[in-house]
């Protein structure tokens, strides 16, 4: 073994132990302040006289300010760097979960979740742009997918400790959904603050790197991104036409309403045909999280072996259009549970293959925004989501409706997937689809 590549490996495993287990741990967070208004609402939603639809409305209020403020936060997050950056993320949307216990009306928790999303504007696609500037492209997918066992590792606690919280906590005579809010909040100031003080912006600042591993990382990330044509010329109107990025982002759109969908609405969703207590759905909830999470690993590792995106990530969404198929359309509790799994599991697995894409074409300025923009396009879908879904739950028939509409914008999403011009393998030596 050459001394380059004992340096380059020691390099990037110090690097991986040093930021993964951070980053995972404020993912979690991050997902279980964004997710906690679907289990408040088992209650909530009563006491302050909120209807389906205008559920589905709190939701998309959310998601339209973090579209909106989200290209705009990952451009900062590249200027000022993500230690600083990312803590402030964290200390602000902390501060606006914990002040939305306080609502006492809808127009207080619509406010509340619209400043949510602006606060929280730019964190996921500013932590793939930071692991882009210190992992290599051979070992960054695996990296991005360590990272992002975070989502359903943050249900699986999401799950029990929310509805836990919500049949339980009643202290000073306030409801347990302001609990919940009040509670989950304070993790992210606090991990905010964490942030600022522990995160290195680029390998050329970390003193906890080695001098040979440190030159050795600088020298590895530079000869990337050189050899990338989003590296160079970079002007900003060039980072809003690329079309590949245009393209991802549209399929991320119409995904968005599966993501958004399935965590607001799966607490409801699940105690309508199972009839059990709020703490009992969150105890049901952690089976699709489980099953997701290993599916995850496996699927990551999968198409990192094949070295293949594009079919991976195909087959993920058939999944996820079956399972919700399922749950919509079989009259029976079990079958709808296992529709439920099948379908958390899709959406799940689609993540890793997806956002391993980006990064074989996208490098400097234009990655921290073109991550930004394929983000955004979610967070539009699921703007969109959250009026269609509710408005479609609140003409009748239960979810089934809500469900069809869901499907129809999945089979959008996997045939302009199959539509991606390269027909075999996005790897990672220098092929690039349109």
């Not at 020691?10 to 404020?26: D, I, N, Y």
């Not at 619509?110 to 949510?116: E, H, P, T």
């Not at 943050?154 to 919940?180: E, V």
Request: aromatic residues 14%; hydrophobic residues 55%.
């Amino acid at each position: 073994m050459s001394q380059a590549g004992t340096i380059g490996e020691r390099a990037v495993g110090r690097v991986k132990w040093h930021l993964v287990p951070l980053l995972f741990v404020l993912y979690i967070i991050n997902w279980m302040d964004r997710v906690n208004l679907g289990y408040a609402a088992l209650t909530m939603n009563k006491e302050l006289a909120i209807s389906s639809a205008a559920l589905g409305a709190l939701g998309a209020s959310f998601f339209i300010s973090y579209f909106i403020f989200e290209v705009p936060s990952n451009m900062l997050l590249n200027r000022y760097g993500a230690r600083k950056w990312l803590a402030r993320i964290m200390v602000s949307w902390g501060i606006v979960t914990i002040l939305t216990g306080f609502a006492q009306n809808y127009w207080h928790v619509y406010i509340a979740r619209f400043l949510l999303g602006m606060m929280e504007a730019g964190f996921f696609p500013g932590v793939v742009f930071y692991i882009s500037l210190w992992i290599p492209q051979k070992q960054r997918a695996r990296v991005i997918a360590a990272f992002m066992l975070a989502l359903p590792a943050s249900n699986i606690i999401a799950a029990p400790a929310s509805t836990w919280i919500l049949d339980n906590i009643h202290y000073f005579g306030l409801s347990g959904w302001r609990w919940l809010f009040v509670l989950e909040g304070l993790p992210a100031v606090l991990f905010g603050v964490i942030t600022f003080f522990y995160l290195t912006d680029r390998p050329s600042e970390a003193k906890w790197l080695t001098e040979g591993e440190r030159n050795w990382l600088v020298n590895e990330i530079k000869k990337e991104d050189e050899a990338k044509e989003g590296a160079r010329h970079v002007r900003l109107k060039d980072m809003f036409s690329n079309m590949r990025t245009w393209r991802l982002g549209i399929i991320y759109l119409f995904l968005g309403m599966v993501g958004a969908g399935l965590p607001l609405w799966l607490p409801t969703i699940v105690k309508e045909f199972s009839k059990v207590s709020n703490t009992s759905v969150g105890l049901l909830l952690l089976i699709p999280y489980v099953v997701s999470a290993i599916a995850m690993v496996f699927w990551g590792w999968h198409s990192d072996k094949k070295m293949e995106r594009k079919y991976h990530a195909a087959i993920a969404i058939v999944c996820g259009a079956v399972g919700l198929f399922m749950a919509a359309t079989v009259p029976n509790v079990t079958l709808e549970m296992i529709g439920v799994v099948v379908a958390v599991t899709g959406y799940t697995a689609l993540l890793p293959p997806f956002w391993s894409i980006p990064g074989l074409y996208l490098a400097g300025a234009s990655a921290a925004v073109g991550y930004a923009i394929i983000n955004s396009c979610l967070s539009l879908g699921a703007f969109m989501a959250g009026y269609i879904s509710g408005y479609l739950r609140g003409i009748g028939n239960g979810a089934v409706l809500s469900y069809f509409g869901i499907c129809y914008m999945i089979a959008l999403a996997l045939l302009l997937t199959l539509s991606l011009k390269q027909a075999g393998k996005l790897s990672f030596k220098g092929k690039r689809g349109s």
